[in-house]
């Protein structure tokens, strides 16, 4: 029994130390993780987009620059309109709505890219 023990507790600080948002947090913690989520996703973006803005005419950037800020209209009321439905009011409606944000921003990185462009 006793080895068993030793073994768990070494199982559990090795799980604990791999993978530190696993465990519980609080309502606030897990709201700035998917803040922090969603602005790196954003990030990603913003560099995909740039640089096929950069391979644009003046014209297609002037469309896809409407596109990029429809799409945003879109995503922010798309991730309210989630978080909404789920936790109006609540205290989890921060993490909920980030959490859309990210999803969504990810779908438009693929997007973007296409299925037959590289782009970093």
């Given amino acids: 029994m006793k080895k068993f023990l030793q073994f768990a507790i070494v199982a559990i600080s090795v ?9 519980a947090q609080s309502q606030h913690e ?4 998917a803040e922090a989520d969603f602005q790196k996703a954003d990030a990603e973006l913003n ?3 740039h640089k096929i803005m950069a391979e644009l005419d003046s014209e297609a950037q002037t469309k896809m620059k409407a596109a990029q800020r429809a799409w945003i209209v879109f995503r922010d009321a798309q991730a309210e309109y989630e978080a909404d439905a ?5 205290s989890m409606y ?4 980030y959490g859309e944000c990210a999803d969504l921003t990810r ?7 296409g299925p037959t462009k590289c782009l970093a």
Avoid: E
């Fill in 47 to 49: 560099k995909v987009y």
């Fill in 15 to 23: 799980f604990i130390t791999a993978h530190p948002h696993s465990l």
């Fill in 30 to 33: 897990m709201n700035r993780q």
């Fill in 107 to 113: 779908r438009r990185i693929k997007q973007l890219r």
């Fill in 86 to 90: 789920d936790a109006r009011g609540g």
């Fill in 94 to 97: 921060p993490q909920l709505y």
